[in-house]
Nanobody
Framework: VQLVESGGGLVQPGGSLTLSCATSGFTFSSYAMSWYRQAPGKERELVAVIPRAGGSGPIYYADSVKGRFTIARVNAKNTVYLQMNSLKPEDTAVYYC????????????WGQGTQVIVSS
C-alpha cells in the first residue's frame, strides 16, 4: 500500500490550498477515505471522511473545519482530495490520508504527509 500526499505549503490566513493523496496497492473504490492532521505536540486528528464508491454514509467533517474544507475523491485516479478554504493559523499541521473503516484508519503504514503552514 502506498499513500502519497502532496499540495501543502505556506499560505496566509484566509487563503486556500488543495491537498491530494495518490494511492496504490489496494482497491481504492472499496474503501472510505479520510484525511487526518497532526500539529506539533498534538495527537493525530481526524479531519474528514468520504464514503467508498456507492456507499450510503454521510461525508464527515470535524467541527473545526466544517464549512471551510471539502473532501472529494476520483476513483478512476485512486486519489482523494482536500480543498481547504478560509485557512486559519490553527490549521497548521502535517496532513495525512488513509483508508477508513469502523471509525479508524485502516493502514498502519502512513505516507510522509504534506505540511501546511498558515501564517502571515
Amino acid at each position: 500500500v502506498q499513500l502519497v500526499e502532496s499540495g501543502g505549503g505556506l499560505v496566509q490566513p484566509g487563503g486556500s490550498l488543495t491537498l491530494s493523496c495518490a494511492t496504490s496497492g489496494f482497491t481504492f473504490s472499496s474503501y472510505a477515505m479520510s484525511w487526518y492532521r497532526q500539529a506539533p505536540g498534538k495527537e493525530r486528528e481526524l479531519v474528514a471522511v468520504i464514503p467508498r464508491a456507492g456507499g450510503s454514509g454521510p461525508i464527515y467533517y470535524a467541527d473545526s473545519v466544517k464549512g471551510r474544507f471539502t473532501i472529494a475523491r476520483v476513483n478512476a485516479k485512486n486519489t482523494v482530495y482536500l480543498q481547504m478554504n478560509s485557512l486559519k493559523p490553527e490549521d497548521t499541521a502535517v496532513y495525512y490520508c488513509n483508508a477508513q473503516r469502523s471509525g479508524s484508519w485502516v493502514f498502519g503504514s502512513w505516507g510522509q504527509g504534506t505540511q501546511v503552514i498558515v501564517s502571515s
